[in-house]
Nanobody, 117 residues
Framework: QVQLVESGGGLVQVGGSLRLSCAAS????????MGWHRQDPRKHRELVAA???????NYADSVKGRFTISRDNAKNTVYLQMNTLKPEDTGVYYC???????????WGQGTQVTVSS
């Protein structure tokens, strides 16, 4: 069973940036889709961004133009570059892999992102 380990979360001020990374324990070359979900303080979880093995992407409307998802199959890693962060971006960010357009088969343990105003 593939394991996913996230890193890069933390505390940032409004308007700041963070880059999240998610390393998989095995090759991601054949994995259909990888993504990032966010769980807010009210425990609501939503898909933030996803990317296919071919590079197609899908974003939540709330992050379009601010977040960028990318993957490096040589490093078995998916990234989420988050710019112009807002307080509503606060939450636990989970890496996931699975089908398209919402990969939900395997999950990481999550990394906390807090945006302070």
């Amino acid at each position: 069973q593939v394991q996913l380990v996230e890193s890069g979360g933390g505390l940032v001020q409004v308007g700041g940036s963070l880059r999240l990374s998610c390393a998989a324990s095995e090759s991601t070359f054949s994995i259909n889709a990888m993504g990032w979900h966010r769980q807010d303080p009210r425990k609501h979880r939503e898909l933030v961004a996803a990317i296919t093995s071919g590079g197609s992407t899908n974003y939540a409307d709330s992050v379009k133009g601010r977040f960028t998802i990318s993957r490096d199959n040589a490093k078995n890693t998916v990234y989420l570059q988050m710019n112009t962060l807002k307080p509503e971006d606060t939450g636990v960010y989970y890496c996931s892999i699975g089908g398209w357009p919402e990969p939900e088969d395997y999950w990481g343990q999550g990394t906390q992102v807090t945006v302070s105003s």
